[in-house]
């Protein structure tokens, strides 16, 4: 692999011992990056109005000690164009051209919610460059169901800076009024929040979301049009490893989705969260990150 130059590696390696983001010269154009620990390089892809601070948060909370992780934002998020791909495909491409930039030779993905479609692009067309492949509360065909009355108000919302600002202190000062629209259950709810990791890791999800809205926005709008296209992909020809990691209760992406994809996939394995919502990897964290650990460590390439 080609790296692209002495500056973009010094800068990510910056990146990877103090965690500022830093932009990465590839082929197509700068990717926002960091980059953070050692060993088997582990790409994390965030989902929607998410970014390289969510990417990096999906490492933290589900991840295993002992490996590299990317955390890039994707197009469309923070400081990676949309430019740079709008489509799977074109996303896909991207990530490797990432890798190339970084001189990673082979990765796994974890790839959570509207990461999920890129990453199968992903596994698909460079299967080569893909040891391993986790998705997280995603969706493998187009999505039928409409769109909630909360998307429209959010992206009223995003594009007034005083009314995000009050939102966000609403949150820090209550957390658990925040998780009410993501955790149904008043008992889970109490539990996740109470938890000594999973509940600061909740709180930090929730308030980056409300972090720089606007520049989530386009990323995020992009996600939502890939979902309710002509998604489809032919999973019978993936050749990769794959942990399909879905909640029986999740209503952005239904778990009929996920059962699909682990079905299709020859070879899949299946972690099904008995009564799990969109934020399982939060209110079911011990139960995800002990399988997603055994995932990459069954499938990790051997040390150089």
């Keep these: 692999m080609h790296a692209q130059g002495g500056l973009a590696e010094n800068a ?9 983001p830093v932009a990465v010269t590839t082929r197509r154009g700068p990717v926002e990056c960091v980059v953070s620990g050692d060993g088997p390089a582990v790409l994390a892809l965030h989902g929607a109005m998410g970014g390289h601070d969510q990417a990096l948060l999906l490492a933290r909370t589900i991840g295993a000690p002992g490996f590299r992780y990317v955390a890039p934002s994707r197009p469309g998020y923070l400081g990676t164009p949309l430019s740079l791909g709008r489509t799977p495909a074109e996303q896909a491409a991207l990530y490797r051209d990432l890798l190339d930039a970084l001189g990673i030779e082979r990765a796994a993905v974890i790839a959570v919610s509207g990461g999920g479609p890129s ?9 080569e460059r893909c040891w391993g492949l986790v998705v997280v509360s995603s969706v493998c065909r187009r999505v039928e169901t409409r ?8 992206k009223l919302t995003a594009r007034c800076g005083p009314l995000v600002a009050a939102m966000r202190r609403r949150a820090a000062r209550d957390p658990e009024e925040a998780a009410r629209r993501s955790i149904r259950d008043p008992a889970l709810r109490a539990r996740t929040l109470r ?14 979301t409300l972090d720089r809205m606007p520049r989530r926005l386009a990323g995020t709008e992009n996600d939502v049009a890939v979902t309710r296209g002509e998604l489809s992909f032919p999973l019978e020809r993936l050749a990769v490893p794959l942990l399909v990691v879905h909640g029986t209760d999740d209503a952005a992406a239904p778990f ?6 682990a ?4 070879g899949a394995e299946l972690l099904a969260i008995p009564g799990g919502e969109h934020v399982s990897i939060f209110t079911h964290r011990d139960l995800v990150r002990a ?3 055994r995932f990459l ?8």
């Design 12 to 20: 990510v390696m910056t990146a990877a011992t103090d965690g500022r």
């Design 119 to 127: 990453a199968l692009q992903l596994a698909l067309d460079h299967p």
């Design 147 to 154: 769109l909630p009355l909360a998307w429209h108000l959010m």
């Design 195 to 208: 938890d000594p990791e999973a509940g600061p890791l909740l709180r930090e999800l929730q308030l980056s």
């Design 256 to 261: 009929a989705q996920g059962e699909e994809l």
């Design 263 to 266: 079905a299709r996939v020859p």
């Design 291 to 293: 399988r997603v650990a």
């Design 297 to 304: 460590r069954a499938h990790a390439p051997p040390a150089a």
